[in-house]
Structure formats: structure tokens, C-alpha cells
């Protein structure tokens, strides 16, 4: 199992536990926005099963060379449809490339609550790829959604009380935050 971007290594990592260990396309720190695979990198894209991604147009060249691979099964988290994206909002989308085929905020890994939905979802997929598991990942995942639903979401808003009291706007320089505002 390969994840883009790493973001989603630890959500990955703690759905498949002891089931099998997943990696991360792209190292921790590489630009996703920008980057070009690595011949290792399109190696192990060549050689995978389950490619999860947040959305399938947020890198469109990986996903042309992903498509070269019979084998693979790219998973987009935000085509489950437990996952509920939120829209771009206009600015965000004048950002982007191109703003035609970005039509959903393909950042709901910030989301503990979204992603809490799609653990079991995404678990039956993982299953069908590693079959005689689906006990276990259906474990993991309702582990995964209760930690999520539970300790890291009232965490989370905690966190955002006390250094944003007031309802309003974020100022970032990555319009990748619509989730803190839902």
C-alpha cells in the first residue's frame, strides 16, 4: 500500500496495523504541489496494489503514471462518500493551476471527524486487496474513529478555542484549512 501525500502515512500506518506495513510515495517533506517522481519513486508506483490518495486531481501527472499500472487501485478519500469535501472556496481555487478540475478541499485529512467516517470504508477497501484480514482492519478502523471522534477532536477544538476565540477568518499561505472552519 502506497499513500500521497505523507500526511496520510499515520492514518494509514494505524488502519493496517498488524496487517501490513503501508508507505509513503513521497518522503516526509517533499513539496506535493510540485514534484516529480524520483525513478524509485516510479518504481514503487509501477510495483503497487493500492495507491491512497485525498482526491484524484490533486496531482495530475501522478495519477497519468498511476493509470499505467493494471494492477493498481488508486483510492481518492474523497470519492467515499462517508468523506463529505468540502468545496473550494473561489480564492482557492484561483490559486490553483488549474481551477477546472479542482472542485473539492482535498485537505480533509485535517478533518478528525471526516476521517473518523471513511476509516471503515476504506478498511473494506484495504480488505479486498489483503483478503483474510477483514477482521482486523475492521478493528483498526473502529479503534481509528474512536480515537479521532473522541480524543483528538475535542483536542483539536480546544486548541483552536484558545488560540482563535472569535469566529472568523484564517490568514495561511496555503488554502488548506477550510476544514478547521466547519
Given at each position: 500500500?502506497?499513500?500521497?501525500?505523507?500526511?496520510?502515512?499515520?492514518?494509514?500506518?494505524?488502519?493496517?496495523?498488524?496487517?501490513?506495513?503501508?508507505?509513503?510515495?513521497?518522503?516526509?517533506?517533499?513539496?506535493?504541489?510540485?514534484?516529480?517522481?524520483?525513478?524509485?519513486?516510479?518504481?514503487?508506483?509501477?510495483?503497487?496494489?493500492?495507491?491512497?490518495?485525498?482526491?484524484?486531481?490533486?496531482?495530475?501527472?501522478?495519477?497519468?503514471?498511476?493509470?499505467?499500472?493494471?494492477?493498481?487501485?488508486?483510492?481518492?478519500?474523497?470519492?467515499?462518500?462517508?468523506?463529505?469535501?468540502?468545496?473550494?472556496?473561489?480564492?482557492?481555487?484561483?490559486?490553483?493551476?488549474?481551477?477546472?478540475?479542482?472542485?473539492?478541499?482535498?485537505?480533509?485529512?485535517?478533518?478528525?471527524?471526516?476521517?473518523?467516517?471513511?476509516?471503515?470504508?476504506?478498511?473494506?477497501?484495504?480488505?479486498?486487496?489483503?483478503?483474510?484480514?477483514?477482521?482486523?482492519?475492521?478493528?483498526?478502523?473502529?479503534?481509528?474513529?474512536?480515537?479521532?471522534?473522541?480524543?483528538?477532536?475535542?483536542?483539536?477544538?480546544?486548541?483552536?478555542?484558545?488560540?482563535?476565540?472569535?469566529?472568523?477568518?484564517?490568514?495561511?499561505?496555503?488554502?488548506a484549512y477550510s476544514y478547521f472552519l466547519s
Amino acid at each position: 500500500i502506497l499513500v500521497f501525500p505523507d500526511a496520510l502515512l499515520p492514518y494509514v500506518a494505524t488502519l493496517t496495523e498488524g496487517v501490513t506495513v503501508p508507505a509513503s510515495l513521497f518522503p516526509a517533506g517533499q513539496d506535493m504541489h510540485h514534484a516529480s517522481l524520483t525513478p524509485h519513486q516510479a518504481q514503487l508506483l509501477s510495483h503497487a496494489d493500492l495507491l491512497i490518495v485525498p482526491d484524484a486531481q490533486t496531482h495530475p501527472s501522478l495519477m497519468r503514471l498511476a493509470a499505467r499500472n493494471q494492477q493498481l487501485h488508486v483510492v481518492a478519500l474523497t470519492d467515499l462518500r462517508q468523506a463529505e469535501p468540502r468545496p473550494y472556496s473561489s480564492n482557492a481555487l484561483l490559486e490553483q493551476q488549474d481551477s477546472s478540475t479542482m472542485a473539492t478541499d482535498p485537505h480533509l485529512w485535517l478533518d478528525p471527524q471526516r476521517m473518523a467516517a471513511i476509516a471503515a470504508p476504506l478498511a473494506k477497501i484495504i480488505a479486498q486487496k489483503i483478503p483474510g484480514n477483514e477482521r482486523k482492519l475492521a478493528q483498526n478502523a473502529d479503534s481509528l474513529a474512536h480515537h479521532l471522534r473522541t480524543q483528538l477532536m475535542p483536542a483539536l477544538k480546544q486548541v483552536l478555542k484558545l488560540t482563535h476565540p472569535a469566529p472568523g477568518n484564517y490568514i495561511t499561505y496555503h488554502p488548506a484549512y477550510s476544514y478547521f472552519l466547519s
